[in-house]
């Protein structure tokens, strides 16, 4: 008794389909890599903007300070004084907005 081999018939549709299963596993882990690469690449610049904004502020309360302290009344007095000014309160008027 010979052994009768059939031969199963792939149609072009089937190719299509194997193919395309194919190309989806090799393309996704690729795919994946590339993403979590570009998302890790993100999460690093939004961390140093945020180190940036950090030191930005701490300048800009360091400035605020600064600025506290010069227009001190005292402060005032002192600058006046090295200048050869004098204070004298009653020469002072106070205005305000009525509304």
Same mark, same amino acid.
């Given at each position: 008794?010979? @052994? %009768?081999?059939?031969? $199963?018939?792939?149609? +072009?549709? !089937?190719?299509?389909?194997?193919?395309?299963?194919?190309?989806? *596993?090799?393309?996704?882990?690729?795919?994946?890599?590339?993403?979590?690469?570009?998302?890790? @690449? %993100?999460?690093?610049? $939004?961390?140093?903007? +945020?180190? !940036?904004?950090?030191?930005?502020?701490?300048?800009?309360?360091? *400035?605020?300070?600064?600025?506290?302290?010069?227009?001190?009344?005292?402060?005032?007095?002192?600058?006046?004084?090295?200048?050869?000014?004098?204070?004298?309160?009653?020469?002072?008027?106070?205005?305000?907005?009525?509304?």
């Amino acid at each position: 008794m010979k @052994k %009768v081999k059939k031969r $199963v018939k792939i149609s +072009k549709f !089937e190719k299509l389909l194997y193919t395309l299963a194919v190309f989806l *596993l090799v393309v996704s882990p690729v795919s994946i890599v590339f993403s979590k690469a570009t998302l890790a @690449k %993100v999460n690093f610049e $939004v961390e140093k903007q +945020k180190k !940036e904004i950090d030191e930005q502020k701490k300048t800009n309360e360091s *400035l605020a300070m600064t600025i506290d302290e010069l227009a001190s009344l005292t402060k005032i007095q002192q600058v006046a004084e090295e200048q050869g000014l004098s204070y004298n309160n009653n020469n002072i008027k106070s205005v305000s907005e009525d509304n």
